[in-house]
């Protein structure tokens, strides 16, 4: 017996559309290895018209006072808020994510992140009107960039999908966003919800590979491209944005340093580091998984690791007592079953290191020990449930190690010393450094990171700046 499979469609100028040339691509779920729907395969016709529908709302938009754009934003909270079942199960058939982390750990932060954003609309920053050369008087104008090409990643569908459109919106900018191609259905939902209340062609939804989102970067239209995905794909959209000179905004991979000193609480960090490493199975850019001990308590550490990764559970959607759920596809399995395959002879499997059940992309909690610096689980990033435990014996080589990665986008400092903790967040070379906990992120603090992990800022003020541009007015003010 066939299984009809539900069918997406892209969001343009205000209605839904098929490809225009028909063609699909089968969207899995990853909890049972089946396919649930199908999704546009969008071609450039279609990237044509979301930029049209895109770049013809824009002067409206732009020219909407930021009273306007804030109570616009606010509804949308407020409809994801009303529609948040809906949501979940649609971002769970995505992903195989719990549903009760779902709803308390994605839902409540998406909506006060949208609520911030609605609130920055009208906090708009610049220097103070003066004359700063006799007899002329300068001002600076903070306008919107434009139409605005978002590429958002598979490992958190819904919530990338407001880090990018949310600040957008509300500097009076446009939008087509193309979500993953294994995680559409949420964010066709998304545009459901946002296209009832906003403008037609103010937020467009268009769902294809990676060629689709190629033909976005590269369109003449956008102003600003936007992508938050792996290194390899932010290389290729800035070297595709550069053709045009068009700004570009990288979230892109990371490999935080978690640097555990002998007097931190053991008992608390091991729990802290255990969750924030296989929340989501470790497809989160600040995922604890590169844990530094000091060699006093090393062996301790590890054993107590090892044991909360024992009792670290997987599984389905609907089990309540599950910390994650599957890998997203079978490209990710095989891509992190290949890490632990390949270890070096030095290393040593403390737990897990195996694939969980033959249904769905499931993999065990796993630690392991034993490693190298130059190892390659330690300088590339695994983006699945595996934490790695290396010792060091003083602060300066805990430094050396930790920023001896080519990712820069978070770290981790457990100690009782308030100096040394903040002699180590100046020394570490990452955009955010948290002490004694790992991974809450808020709306009003700035998330980003440097080197390889990419460029520009998401949430905060400062990633509400980066859409929009800075304008010099002066005027005489002599007869």
Known sequence: MTTELRRLRNYIDGEFRDAADGRTIEVVNPATGQPYATSPLSGQEDVDAAMTAAAKAFPAWRDATPAERQRVLLKIADAIEER???????????????LELTRTEEVPPMVDQIRFFA???RLLEGRSAGEYMDGLTSIVRREPVGVCAQVAPWNYPMMMAVWKFAPALAAGNTVVLKPSDTTPASTVLLAEIIGAIVPKGVFNVICGDRDTGRAMVEHKTPAMASITGSVRAGMQVAESAAKDVKRVHLELGGKAPVVVFEDADIDKAVEDIAVAGYFNAGQDCTAATRVLVHESIHDEFVAALAKAAAETKTGQPD?????YG????????????GFIDRLPAHAKVEAGGHRVGEQGYFYAPTVVSGLK???????????????????FTDEAQALQYANDVEYALASSVWTKDHARAMRMSKNLDFGCVWINT??????????????????????????????????????????
């Not at 948040?84 to 719990?98: D, R």
């Not at 599957?326 to 079953?337: D, G, I, S």
């Not at 998401?458 to 007869?479: C, N, P, Q, W």
């Open 84 to 98: 948040a079942e809906e949501l979940i199960a649609a971002e769970s058939e995505n992903t195989g994510k719990p």
């Open 438 to 479: 790992h991974i809450p992120l808020v709306a009003e603090m700035p998330h980003g990171g440097f080197k390889k992990s990419g460029y520009g800022k998401d949430l905060s003020a400062y990633g509400f700046e980066d859409y929009t541009r800075i304008k010099h007015v002066m005027t005489s003010i002599e007869g």
């Open 119 to 121: 609130g920055a609309a």
């Open 373 to 391: 610096q130059d190892d390659e689980i330690i300088q590339n990033e695994v983006f699945g449930p595996v934490i790695t435990v290396q010792p």
């Open 319 to 323: 089990d309540e007592d599950v910390l």
């Open 326 to 337: 599957p890998l997203n596809n079978a490209n990710q399995l095989k891509q992190v079953a």
